[in-house]
T-cell receptor, first 116, second 112 residues
Framework: DSGVTQTPKHLITATGQRVTLRCSPR?????VYWYQQSLDQGLQFLIQ???????AKGNILERFSAQQFPDLHSELNLSSLELGDSALYFC???????????????FGEGSWLTVV | ELKVEQNPLFLSMQEGKNYTIYCNYS?????LYWYRQDPGKSLESLFV?????AVKQEGRLMASLDTKARLSTLHITAAVHDLSATYFC????????????FGTGTRLTIIP
């Protein structure tokens, strides 16, 4: 158990709908990351937050958004869902200061999203 | 754009044998991560390599980093069935954040 908690574990929804994935980082970790894993794209970095502020952005679609709250939990919002959004979405956390600290980055169990 | 390549993509090996997984990356970096993933499961951190020449070992796995060659290796010694999994390397390039660019993964199957 990495200490990173994600909910829900599984989610089935229809095209055009909106879902929210939730992540609680390890106790004390200030950085939260979101990754998408799919068969065709592999593991893709979406976005990083550090202590409530967006720190880095990757291949995140405009239909997707994220935020990190004062208690450090994070949510990833996926809207106008398409079949191709079906994937395993991982949240990860580290206590990285953002200064190239080289800390281990711990991944949660993931949220399986199926769009039908 | 940073590219991270692993080879082989698939590897079947017999128990007791040794083998190496290679991870090449396209841009200078001195921060490389290795992860293990069982099917449908989370990514388990194996090693974090932070400098040229870094070598880390845990059980039957040993990882090394050559930043000049932009190459990391994951060596498996005397493989056992429990090591069957997909192994990913990931590179961090940017100062100020810890965005990881992952390789394609190596699916390792250990045959009794």
């Amino acid at each position: 158990d990495s200490g990173v908690t994600q909910t829900p574990k599984h989610l089935i929804t229809a095209t055009g709908q909106r879902v929210t994935l939730r992540c609680s980082p390890r106790s004390g970790d200030l950085s939260v990351y979101w990754y998408q894993q799919s068969l065709d794209q592999g593991l893709q970095f979406l976005i990083q937050y550090y202590n409530g502020e967006e720190r880095a952005k990757g291949n995140i679609l405009e239909r997707f958004s994220a935020q990190q709250f004062p208690d450090l939990h994070s949510e990833l919002n996926l809207s106008s869902l398409e079949l191709g959004d079906s994937a395993l979405y991982f949240c990860a956390s580290s206590d990285g200061t953002g200064a190239n600290s080289g800390n281990t980055i711990y991944f949660g169990e993931g949220s399986w999203l199926t769009v039908v | 754009e940073l590219k991270v390549e692993q080879n082989p993509l698939f590897l079947s090996m017999q128990e007791g044998k040794n083998y190496t997984i290679y991870c090449n990356y396209s841009t200078t970096s001195d921060r490389l991560y290795w992860y293990r993933q069982d099917p449908g499961k989370s990514l388990e951190s194996l090693f974090v390599l932070l400098s040229n020449g870094a070598v880390k070992q845990e059980g039957r796995l040993m990882a090394s980093l050559d930043t000049k060659a932009r190459l990391s290796t994951l060596h498996i010694t005397a493989a056992v069935h429990d090591l069957s999994a997909t192994y990913f390397c990931a590179v961090n390039l940017n100062f100020g954040n810890e965005k990881l660019t992952f390789g394609t993964g190596t699916r390792l199957t250990i045959i009794p």
